[in-house]
């Protein structure tokens, strides 16, 4: 599946879910932002070597389809839903093959249009050198991407029953706060 795609699901499954599974999945992806806080406070000497050494090597040779996921759309556009045109319009600019640089660098060069905290998984996790102190960080946020991609997954499921079956109780929005 190619990013445009992705993108176009993910605002799909934002605009589909009722108030509720919208707090739901903010709160999941709140906790996200929290952990990617946190693992960039730890990483601070990764960072400098990224910025000042590797000049954001990674974030000018990259293949999109392999760095960004249906979670990680899902993730921003929760937290951050004025992005969505931003994104559309990089991803307009961008060529079909999503040759280096990333379309998500301003002016193809940096810094990243995304701001800390709010980044792809891949993106928030990768470092240009290995440090120990970050693992746990690192597996911080990755479990709650986890987390969040299977509670999107419980979410449709729960729509697909309650579609298919329709003589059970539909819960309302008011009833579940």
């Known amino acids: 599946m190619g990013i445009r795609y ?3 699901k993910a605002l799909k499954i934002c605009s589909s879910l009722s108030e509720h599974e919208r707090d739901i999945v903010a709160n999941r992806c709140l906790q996200i932002q929290d952990c990617q806080k946190k693992l960039l406070s730890s990483a601070q000497k990764a960072m400098h070597r990224c910025i000042n050494i590797c000049q954001g090597l990674c974030c000018r040779n990259l293949d999109l389809d392999n760095i960004f996921s249906l979670w990680d ?5 929760t937290l951050m839903p004025e992005y969505e045109h931003d994104i559309q319009k990089c991803l307009d600019r961008s060529a079909l093959q999503y040759p280096a640089p990333c379309p998500f660098l301003k002016d193809n060069r940096g810094p990243c249009i995304f701001p800390d905290g709010v980044r792809a998984q891949i993106c928030a996790i990768t470092f240009c050198s290995e440090d120990k ?3 746990n960080p ?3 946020v990755n479990l709650n991407f986890y987390k969040l991609c299977w ?3 419980y979410l449709r499921i729960r729509h697909m029953v ?3 079956v329709p003589y059970l109780p539909r819960p309302r929005d008011s009833d579940q706060h």
């Open 6 to 8: 992705l993108f176009s």
């Open 73 to 77: 759309f899902i993730f921003i556009l």
């Open 133 to 135: 102190e970050l693992k």
């Open 138 to 140: 690192v597996q911080s």
């Open 151 to 153: 509670t999107i997954q």
């Open 162 to 164: 309650l579609a298919a």
